[in-house]
């Protein structure tokens, strides 16, 4: 049964309504901060997945549309990253930065060895690492037709899929654990300071993006929603797009293929960090409620589609695999976190808060970071520079450290 764009959009608002009504009602989506395009879109799955099973009937979407809200979504990340936030983190943002680029090359060789063990295709322990862990959902979605195009790895998209959500929902249980062991260990004390908030550009409960949150200063957004601001919002998206793919042609030319939301990530931090001083008087839309609305739009109905679309099925004998994988990342991760990033990133109150927000991010994505050392912060007291530095780290550093990581490693071992 085939549904054209309009149906599919239909039911990608259903499922989104569906992930809202379950989050209300489960009280361990909310403790664990599953997104509701999470929980919505896989309640889908499995429904559309039994019809399948049972009456052989299998529903086809429209997905043409979903490719390109995965690009705006990401185009507002870059919108949203001015050079003089990213500039805030100091000292211990460049630290994090090399720490958490160096473990996607731990990531990526843990799921190298499980995937051998396993006597599976490499291709499948990288989409089990870095693709999907730190990566998340978007960068799992996105990178699948390149797996199933180039690899042949038909059911990419499932396993990545699979192994984002567990890890999205392993990354925020093991967190909290981790910065209280640290904090009893070392008998830690927060110093006193005020809450410095930093959070996700809605000002409200932090979605999942495949990997990715957008950092703000703590100035709140001012820009109204009204049809300038929106008309104003929608031209800077779809000119930074513009630039983006471009971009990307350019790259490709010279032998570097990635995605083009990457491409399209970098073109909007091009964007909003020289347009206005080239254009000054042109109204800019970062920290915008126009633009903010934009971005949860995209992205929940991004997930919602791609989430929906899954053929569970195909998993097939995965299933095992799988489960041994996500096992060995969580304790790869775990040890991780408190031998070296802990230690390396001051063995105090604020890196025990840090700590707790990587293994959401290495895990999970930058919103689990976040939900994680919200919980952490709400008990034992506040760590502004932890609000600052992971947040920044996983906006957008990681997709392009990560996007660039994936590549050499298929390069090297892909068969």
């Known amino acids: 049964m085939e549904l054209d764009i309009r149906q599919t959009v239909i039911v990608a608002i259903l499922v989104l309504f569906l992930g809202k009504y379950l989050t209300r009602k489960v009280a361990f989506l909310q403790e664990y901060n599953i997104p509701e395009p999470v929980s919505g879109g896989l309640i889908a799955s499995i429904l559309f997945a039994i019809l399948y099973g049972a009456f052989d009937i299998e529903l086809q979407f429209s997905l043409a549309v979903r490719d390109s809200l995965l690009i705006v979504f990401f185009t507002i990340i870059g919108l949203s990253s001015r050079f003089s936030t990213l500039l805030k983190g100091g000292k211990p943002l460049i630290i994090l930065l090399v720490i958490a680029v160096i473990y996607l090359f731990v990531q990526n060789f843990t799921g190298l060895t499980v995937a051998q063990f396993t006597q599976q295709l490499p291709e499948i322990g990288i989409i089990g690492g ?13 990178w699948a037709p390149l797996f199933v195009e180039k690899y042949n790895i038909s059911n990419a998209m499932e396993i990545g899929i699979a192994c984002a959500t567990f890890g999205l929902i392993l990354g925020g249980v093991i967190g ?23 959070g ?26 009204d049809y300038h601001h929106m008309l104003n919002s929608i031209l800077i998206i779809s000119i930074s797009i513009g630039l983006g793919l471009g971009l990307n042609v350019v790259i490709a030319n010279l032998g570097l293929h990635l995605p083009e939301f990457v491409t399209c990530l970098f073109a909007g931090i091009i964007v909003i960090n020289l347009g206005p001083v080239i254009m000054p008087k042109l109204t800019w839309p970062e920290r915008s409620r126009s633009l903010a609305l934009i971005s949860d739009l995209s992205l929940g109905l991004f997930l919602a589609m791609s989430l929906m679309s899954l053929q569970l099925w195909t998993l097939g004998g995965l ?5 041994i994988m996500l096992t060995a990342q969580v304790v790869i991760v775990t040890g991780f976190v408190i031998l070296v990033v802990f230690p390396l990133m001051g063995k105090d109150y604020d890196a025990a808060v840090m700590s707790a ?54 390069d090297i071992f892909a068969s």
């Open 200 to 225: 996700t550009l809605h000002q409200s409960k932090p979605q999942a993006k495949g990997k990715s949150t957008v950092p703000l200063d703590p100035q709140p957004i001012t820009a109204p929603i």
């Open 176 to 198: 909290g654990p981790i910065a209280k062991y640290l904090i009893s260990h070392h008998q830690l004390e927060p110093s006193r300071e005020p809450e410095l908030t930093v």
């Open 319 to 323: 299933g095992g695999p799988i489960l």
């Open 357 to 410: 927000g990587y293994a959401g991010l290495a895990l999970g994505a930058t919103p689990t970071a976040i939900a994680n050392m919200t919980a952490v912060t709400e008990k034992f007291g506040a760590s502004a520079k932890a609000f600052v530095v992971v947040p920044l780290v996983g906006a957008f550093f990681i997709d392009i450290a990560n996007a660039l990581i994936i590549q050499l490693l298929l």
């Open 130 to 142: 870095s693709v999907s862990l730190s990566g998340g959902h978007g960068t799992a979605i996105a």
